[in-house]
């Protein structure tokens, strides 16, 4: 077919242009910095190491419009429409953007691409998909990368029945799948879906579109639709990362705070207006510590400030008039990079003089960078006193001097060259979220300089400096403003661009978004039309088409339901990333029977070889249902050896080796059904989450919540066998882990082992205690616990018959407790009343006074 044809060409340009940038990639004359390069970079990178990990990366003033000034930078400056449409989306008046889309010319495709977004998401119009993806379909065709990249990200989310609109039943037959599951995370659409997904993506990457080269990257690590290949994942992320690491050369770019929507993010450091207010109120006054972090806090754009030179420079003056060391150094940068004022290196010299004499090690790095380059007046270059303040920055403990010595140390300038100090001295600034350092360590790992080659290092840090870049900046601001103002399918759409991007925040907030029904839209224009696919491998009899068959409706097509499981997709590829709290989501999907599964089906020529579900992951492919295989496989083999271990030559062993194997071969049809509830799969989840190392305190409360979740499970005997020793350690934990959080829930269990335990030793009889009979295990004991044994009518004669001394000092006991409650509810009965008369008479005499006083 004609997509089969152009998905070989892209595949065959793709390897041909990987392999020529290959060689260029590691060559190391490519990878270094130009002269010391780094010195200027470090310099400028003050906002890599200042705003931490914390932060996804720089931007400016961020807004919709910023974000169409990225997306199509000479769009906005060939086009009046455009630019207007793009300053009204930042004022957020979609329908004059729209109205200004509308009137561009049919030949400009940067508006058509934008306004499909618009009626995609329903601002400024009326969301309409059919044309939505019309203009945007039109706009990938004419070369317009941003809306290729919107396509590619579409077909890989989209429903067949969406995408038909687009395309026509007779070119999408057999496509999509409901929520694009797998058991990877990724899709189990049809070969056309995936193939187009990847074809827009490529396109789009081969004009350099950010988010298309990190999509290309991250499938390419991942193994997604595409061969796995670390070093095609590195030559596609590189190119996003050397960008970004020159915006931090040139300024000092704000940086976006990561929020995960529906945890309670009380450890983000941003703060609220009212804390900015009170703190600004403080520097004025006069506190140069204040007005020193308040004025860095302006000049960068983080915790809760938004950049403003003009106001940095105001409260860095403030303070610097204390000479305080690290105002004064400050302002020697912005005076060094003309942030804010016209670029003076004789007034930033002198301003980084001073600061030196009150020994910051930040005014060393920059009169290391000005004896570097000399200031062109005055000052001259010296690279002796360059590397003497560049070493004393690094050794006062500044990620900016650190930087700079090591690219003093990698190029070999003013020092012997010695790759391993660069790695060591790179290295250290890493671990202090220096963006640019991590873009250097990347490059050496590729390289192999100073340390031992490994792809998957430099690739993990590229990506982590790409999406610290303008492009990922913009849209997470965008997307957090849409959500505060309670648009959130536009929010989602946002979301989803970043997510196809490997953006792990991005795809859980997706994720959130999707399970609470807010955007189902986006991808659902009539929820209850969501039909269950099943997928052929092969054609049917027949028919010249791949073949497919619909089952009917199935009962989840109410709009939450559709949501999760479009959303488990993006759950899967959080958790692959390491996402605890998507873990722990998959996990309670597991224990209750939400989403989609895929089951394949065996020719009946082989019997009832049922595939299930057997990874950890709530659906399957065929390399899934190779594992089901497999464990079938064992289960034959056990039946066939009589419970006994086959000998390596058992001729018996291989029949059944054979038969299953040519069981398997017939596998070809595949279909997604409703998940059953699955306490193993779900066990499994809790289980790896609980046993996840806390790094941060939102990751406390869901870490705890699996604990919990899997003592419960050993408490009663729900997937697994009943442990109550076990069950209390996991009870224990959670309340070591959150000691901050609910913990009543926890409380109640441990009472109820203790009761537990206390009724083993009093009635051993009857089988109660640790792990005892009274215990049901398995998924059947979802229902009983474990007094469903103690209040059986047998238990309950045994206690009324008094066989045992125990019985009746329980009974007494009991009843003793029960008076003394009694008793104690009387008597605060009666205190209460007394109280209450007291306080009538204390109203009636001052009711008296004041009349009195009248």
């Not at 590619?152 to 989310?157: E, M």
């Not at 000049?299 to 105002?327: P, W």
């Not at 991808?523 to 791949?546: C, H, K, M, Q």
Request: charged residues 20%; aromatic residues 8%.
């Amino acid at each position: 077919m004609w997509w089969w044809c152009l998905f070989a060409s892209a595949l065959l340009l793709m390897l041909l242009w990987n392999s020529l940038a290959l060689l260029q990639v590691l060559l190391p004359s490519d990878l270094l910095f130009d002269g010391l390069g780094g010195a200027a970079a470090g310099s400028a990178a003050m906002a890599g190491s200042s705003s931490g990990a914390d932060a996804s990366g720089p931007g400016v003033e961020r807004s919709a419009g910023s974000r169409a000034s990225e997306d199509w930078p000479d769009a906005i400056a060939s086009s009046e429409a455009f630019a207007a449409a793009a300053a009204a989306i930042e004022e957020k008046n979609f329908h004059e953007a729209f109205l200004q889309l509308s009137s561009c010319g049919q030949d400009f495709a940067a508006c058509d691409a934008l306004r499909g977004e618009l009626l995609l998401i329903g601002e400024g119009t009326e969301r309409n998909h059919t044309e939505a993806l019309r203009l945007l379909n039109s706009a990938a065709q004419r070369g317009d990368a941003s809306a290729q990249f919107s396509l590619g990200a579409l077909h890989a989310n989209a429903k067949s029945q969406t995408l038909r609109e687009l395309h026509g039943d007779e070119e999408v037959d057999g496509a999509g799948s409901a929520g694009g599951l797998s058991s990877a995370g990724w899709s189990i659409q049809s070969d056309q879906e995936e193939h187009l997904s990847v074809l827009q993506l490529y396109a789009a990457s081969l004009s350099s579109h950010p988010g298309a080269q990190m999509a290309m990257g991250y499938r390419h690590l991942q193994g997604h639709g595409v061969p796995k290949s670390c070093s095609t994942a590195a030559l596609n992320y590189i190119e996003v990362a050397r960008r970004v690491a020159d915006v931090y050369t040139a300024g000092m770019p704000q940086a976006v705070e990561l929020v995960r929507l529906g945890l309670d993010n009380s450890d983000t450091k941003a703060m609220s207006p009212s804390e900015v207010s009170v703190f600004v109120e403080i520097a004025l006054a006069g506190d140069a510590e204040v007005a020193a972090a308040v004025g860095k806090r302006y000049l960068l754009g983080i915790d809760g400030f938004r950049q403003s030179y003009g106001l940095a420079a105001r409260h860095l003056l403030k303070a610097a008039e204390k000479s305080h060391g690290a105002a004064l150094a400050l302002l020697g940068y912005m005076y060094c990079l003309g942030l804010g004022v016209e670029r003076n290196l004789e007034v930033a010299y002198s301003y980084f003089v001073a600061s030196v004499a009150q020994g910051d090690a930040l005014g060393h790095n920059g009169l290391g960078y000005i004896y570097f380059h000399g200031s062109g007046g005055v000052q001259k270059q010296d690279l002796q006193q360059a590397v003497l303040h560049f070493n004393a920055s690094a050794h006062g403990n500044n990620a900016d001097g650190m930087f700079n010595l090591a690219s003093l140390y990698l190029t070999g300038v003013g020092v012997p060259q010695s790759f391993q100090r660069a790695a060591w001295w790179f290295t250290l600034a890493l671990d202090r979220g220096h963006t640019p350092a991590a873009y250097a360590l990347a490059v050496m790992q590729l390289n192999g300089l100073g340390t031992v080659r490994n792809c998957k290092i430099a690739v993990d840090l590229l990506k982590r400096v790409a999406e610290r870049g303008n492009w990922v900046s913009q849209q997470l601001q965008e997307a957090y403003d849409h959500h505060r103002a309670g648009r959130h399918v536009a929010a989602a759409w946002l979301f989803l661009r970043l997510a196809e991007a490997g953006h792990e925040v991005a795809q859980m907030n997706l994720a959130h978004l999707l399970e609470t029904g807010a955007a189902t839209a986006l991808f659902a224009p009539a929820a209850a039309a969501v039909d269950v696919v099943a997928f052929s491998s092969s054609p049917a009899e027949g028919s010249s088409e791949t073949g497919t068959k619909e089952t009917p409706a199935p009962p989840f097509a109410e709009a939450r339901s559709w949501g999760r499981v479009q959303a488990q997709r993006h759950l899967e590829l959080s958790a692959e990333q390491g996402n605890v709290l998507a873990d722990l989501r998959l996990g309670d999907y597991a224990y209750y029977g939400w989403g989609l599964r895929l089951r394949g089906k065996i020719d009946e020529d082989h019997g009832d070889l049922d595939l299930r579900e057997a990874a950890p992951t709530t659906t399957a492919t065929a390399g899934a249902a190779g594992e089901d295989a497999a464990k079938e496989l064992e289960k034959r083999l056990e039946g066939a050896g009589g419970g006994v271990e086959l000998d390596e030559n058992d001729d018996e062993e291989d029949d059944v080796i054979e038969d299953v194997l040519d069981a398997l071969s017939s596998l070809n049809d595949f279909e997604l059904v409703q998940q059953e509830a699955d306490y193993s799969l779900a066990l499994a989840r809790y289980q790896r989450t609980a046993s996840v190392q806390v790094t941060g305190e939102w990751m406390q409360p869901c870490v705890a919540r699996a604990n919990f979740n899997v003592g419960f499970m050993h408490h009663f005997g729900i997937g697994t066998d009943p442990d109550p020793a076990l069950a209390r350690r996991y009870y224990n934990r959670c309340l070591e882990v959150d000691p901050v959080g609910v913990q009543a829930p926890v409380t109640m269990m441990l009472a109820l082992l203790s009761i537990q335990a206390a009724l083993s030793v009093l009635f051993p009889v009857f089988g109660i205690g640790h792990g005892g009979s009274g215990l049901a295990s398995g998924s059947s004991a979802a229902g009983a616990d474990m007094f469903s044994f103690f209040f059986s009518s047998s238990s309950v004669s045994a206690l009324l018959a008094g066989e045992d001394l125990r019985v009746h000092l329980l009974i007494v006991n009991v009843a003793a407790l029960l008076i003394l409650l009694a008793v104690r509810a009387h008597f605060r009965r009666v205190g209460a009343s007394q109280r209450r008369a007291q306080r009538q008479q204390q109203q009636q005499q001052q009711q008296q006074q004041q009349q009195q006083q009248q």
